[in-house]
């Protein structure tokens, strides 16, 4: 019994092994579908419900169970693995099920996709409205118990800084003003604790582009509700896309599609050009995809016709 009892505190943990760090590595690694959805840039760390365990501990627990302890691990490590395949090919509510029965988990692993997961069911275009806001609050509560569980985890910042913007749009422009303050932290630490990972920095990008065209209006909002309202530019918007196409060229249709606006903004209609008909052939693999796809846009057409045909 006292076996069963560490292993349940220790079964969700796998070590990473460091390159040139002359770590050893402990248990099975594999190589993820894609780079950029992993905690450590191509490492994946499961971690103890526990904030840690030493290696001493971990190594008690292989001499008193270990055929128990790699057989868990290699369980936890058969349904990433499943959930990557299934992410990559683009079945989110086959994915959504697989993580689903995971909910309650102390894995930050199984968290933060679960809630990348309910996001991607919520930008379904035939959802009702009312599901749309049922998955948006619970993708951003799976997002929050991921970072709650490991605060090192990359994914569990990037998601929850994703899931607390679209959860602003139900709470009013005060709450969603305010809340990009915590947003933009939550991106940066994303980016700090893995600089290689192309999707973080891409919406870091959107961060600034989405204040870059903040209406007059909402501007003199936010001037009146904060001392410092969040500001920037088109030209910091462009250098973080263009960051994000150096990390991993191709690796998203919206970046694409966010660098040809952007250009458009800074009135290169040549380079916007180029890269809205990058958007536009991009391979669809999820619904976004085919919601990029779907709306080819023209160089000469208008900024503002730009705008009414993407959605964010």
């Given at each position: 019994?006292?076996?069963?009892?560490?292993?349940?505190?220790?079964?969700?943990?796998?070590?990473?092994?460091?390159k040139?760090?002359?770590?050893?590595?402990?248990?099975?690694?594999?190589?993820?579908?894609s780079?950029?959805?992993?905690?450590?840039?191509?490492?994946?760390?499961?971690?103890?419900?526990l904030?840690?365990?030493?290696?001493?501990?971990y190594?008690?627990?292989?001499?008193?169970?270990?055929?128990?302890?790699?057989?868990?691990?290699?369980?936890?490590?058969?349904?990433?693995?499943?959930?990557?395949?299934?992410?990559?090919?683009?079945?989110?509510?086959?994915?959504?099920?697989?993580?689903?029965?995971?909910?309650n988990?102390d894995?930050?692993e199984?968290?933060?996709?679960?809630?990348?997961?309910?996001r991607?069911?919520?930008?379904?275009?035939d959802?009702?409205?009312?599901?749309?806001?049922?998955?948006?609050?619970?993708?951003?509560?799976y997002?929050?118990?991921?970072?709650?569980?490991n605060?090192?985890?990359?994914?569990?910042?990037?998601?929850?800084?994703?899931?607390?913007?679209?959860?602003?749009?139900?709470?009013g422009?005060?709450v969603?003003?305010?809340?990009?303050?915590?947003?933009?932290?939550?991106?940066?630490?994303?980016?700090?604790?893995?600089?290689?990972d192309?999707?973080?920095?891409?919406?870091?990008?959107?961060?600034?582009?989405?204040?870059?065209?903040l209406?007059?209006?909402?501007?003199?909002?936010?001037?009146?509700?904060?001392?410092s309202?969040?500001?920037?530019?088109y030209?910091?918007?462009?250098?973080?896309?263009?960051?994000?196409?150096?990390?991993?060229?191709?690796?998203?249709?919206?970046?694409?599609?966010?660098l040809g606006?952007?250009?458009?903004?800074?009135?290169?209609?040549?380079k916007?050009?180029?890269w809205?008909?990058?958007?536009?052939?991009y391979?669809?693999?999820?619904?976004?995809?085919?919601?990029?796809?779907?709306?080819?846009?023209?160089?000469?057409?208008?900024?503002?016709?730009?705008?009414?045909?993407?959605?964010?």
């Amino acid at each position: 019994m006292a076996a069963v009892r560490v292993l349940r505190c220790t079964a969700p943990l796998l070590l990473p092994a460091n390159k040139g760090s002359g770590t050893m590595t402990l248990v099975r690694q594999y190589r993820p579908v894609s780079s950029r959805i992993f905690c450590t840039g191509g490492t994946v760390v499961l971690l103890a419900s526990l904030p840690a365990l030493s290696y001493l501990g971990y190594r008690a627990c292989r001499r008193a169970c270990p055929e128990a302890v790699v057989y868990a691990l290699d369980k936890a490590e058969e349904v990433l693995e499943r959930a990557d395949y299934l992410y990559s090919c683009g079945e989110t509510e086959k994915l959504y099920q697989l993580l689903a029965q995971h909910q309650n988990s102390d894995n930050a692993e199984f968290l933060w996709r679960l809630a990348r997961a309910s996001r991607d069911l919520a930008t379904f275009q035939d959802i009702s409205a009312e599901d749309k806001k049922r998955l948006t609050y619970e993708a951003f509560d799976y997002a929050k118990a991921a970072l709650d569980r490991n605060e090192a985890c990359f994914a569990a910042h990037k998601w929850y800084a994703v899931c607390l913007s679209d959860v602003g749009d139900y709470e009013g422009i005060k709450v969603k003003i305010g809340n990009s303050y915590i947003i933009k932290e939550h991106l940066e630490r994303a980016i700090e604790l893995n600089p290689k990972d192309a999707t973080s920095i891409h919406i870091l990008g959107y961060w600034c582009f989405a204040f870059a065209e903040l209406p007059w209006y909402q501007r003199k909002i936010a001037a009146t509700l904060f001392a410092s309202p969040p500001n920037a530019t088109y030209e910091e918007a462009l250098e973080y896309f263009l960051k994000a196409e150096e990390v991993d060229p191709n690796f998203y249709s919206k970046n694409l599609l966010m660098l040809g606006r952007t250009y458009l903004m800074l009135k290169d209609k040549e380079k916007a050009g180029l890269w809205l008909s990058r958007a536009r052939d991009y391979p669809a693999h999820t619904e976004e995809d085919k919601q990029v796809g779907s709306r080819p846009i023209r160089p000469q057409e208008t900024r503002f016709r730009v705008l009414r045909n993407t959605r964010k």
